[in-house]
Every structure is written in C-alpha cells, then in structure tokens.
C-alpha cells in the first residue's frame, strides 16, 4: 500500500465552503471582514496573501495554497487532523488565526516527503500499511514528527501518550503506533 494520504495527495478541497457553514465568519460583525497583507513561509516557500487575519490556517493552506495534506475534521481543535508544524511544534490549524503564524516556518505534510521520496516517517507507514481510510494520517504522522523532533529518546509510552489526542475513526492506532516506533527506532540509531 502506498496511499496519497501519506502525501497529501487526497483532495479535501473546499474546506472554507463546508466550515463557513458551521463557524460564523469572524472579524465580521458588520459588513466585509478586513483585510491584510500576510506572508507564510510553507514548506521552504515565501507566499504573500490578502487575508483576513482571524482566518484559520487550515483555510489558507488548503484553500489558498491547495495543500491537501491538513484534513478539516472537527473544526474545534479537538482530532488533530488538520495539525502542522510551526516553527517546531505540532500546531492544529483549523484554530490558528493566520496572523499568529506570519513569518514563522510552517511545515505541511507534503513538505516532508513525496511519493517518489517518502521522508522515514511516511515509509514507515507504508511498511507497517498503517493506516484504514487515511484521513487521520496527517495528524499522526505530523504530531508524531514534531514530537519525536524534540524528544528522540522518547519511550513506545511517552510516544503513546503524544499520539493520544489525535483521533482515529478506523481503530488503526495499534498499526500506526507500530509505525511510529519504526520511525523512532531509525531516529535513535
Ligand atoms: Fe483541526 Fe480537528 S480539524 S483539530
Ligand atoms: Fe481512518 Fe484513521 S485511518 S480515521
């Protein structure tokens, strides 16, 4: 098995039109919301957009930059899904306003690695076939990278209780656990 979802491959467009549907647009009690020149370093790359500072990340990276890798799962905070690192730290973007991450280095799942040149992390998931539908994917593989970033002599339980917020409908877990100690065993050898 080698799935896009461990590339980001997997279209989930249309974020902003399905969440508009659930969050009330904000910075907009009355007419347009306003707006501002932002720029983001993705993945190695320096983008400038015109956006209202309060707009989620996640909006941006999928909808703007058309990055597919961060999944809209809850819109809350609370799956993980949607999780990319900034600046070292597994940040969930369906709640970061974009203007707390400007300037800063934020990387996505398909800064990582392709499916020509999968980063370890994502061969090891292809090795353990870790995964059942592959929406939670993003939200293992980059929580557990941005952890292990930090923390490389980490134990299976300490990698456990990181990995213990990101939520899978599939009951993979055990298998994507397997594939994260595969992972970590390379990154302290
Ligand atoms: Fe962001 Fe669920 S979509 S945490
Ligand atoms: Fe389907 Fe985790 S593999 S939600």
């Known amino acids: ?12 467009g249309g974020v902003r039109k399905v969440a508009n549907l659930l969050v009330p647009l904000r910075g ?3 007419g347009l919301p306003s707006m501002s020149m932002i720029t983001l370093k ?7 957009l015109d956006a209202d500072p309060t707009t989620p990340l996640l909006y941006i990276l999928s909808d703007d930059l058309a990055l597919r890798g961060p999944k809209f799962g809850c819109g809350l905070g609370q ?3 949607c999780t990319v690192i900034v600046k070292g730290q597994a940040v969930r973007s369906c709640t970061a306003p974009v203007s707390t991450v400007a300037g800063a280095e934020i990387t996505t799942l398909e ?3 392709s499916s020509e040149k999968p980063h370890p992390i994502q061969k090891a998931f292809i090795d353990e ?4 539908c592959g929406f939670c994917v993003n939200g293992v593989i980059m929580t557990a990278k941005a952890y292990l970033d930090r923390n490389p002599k980490a134990s ?3 990698v456990r209780q990181a990995l213990s917020t990101v939520l899978c409908r599939c009951h993979a877990h055990s298998r994507m656990l397997h594939a994260v100690t595969r992972y ?3 990154v302290k050898a």
């Open 1 to 12: 098995m080698e799935s896009a979802a461990l590339y980001g491959e997997v279209n989930a």
């Open 28 to 30: 907009a009690k009355k």
């Open 42 to 48: 993705v993945n190695g790359r320096s983008v400038t």
């Open 79 to 81: 799956c993980g899904s």
């Open 111 to 113: 800064g990582l690695g």
């Open 129 to 132: 076939q870790a995964m059942q």
């Open 156 to 158: 299976e339980a300490e």
């Open 184 to 186: 970590a065993k390379g």
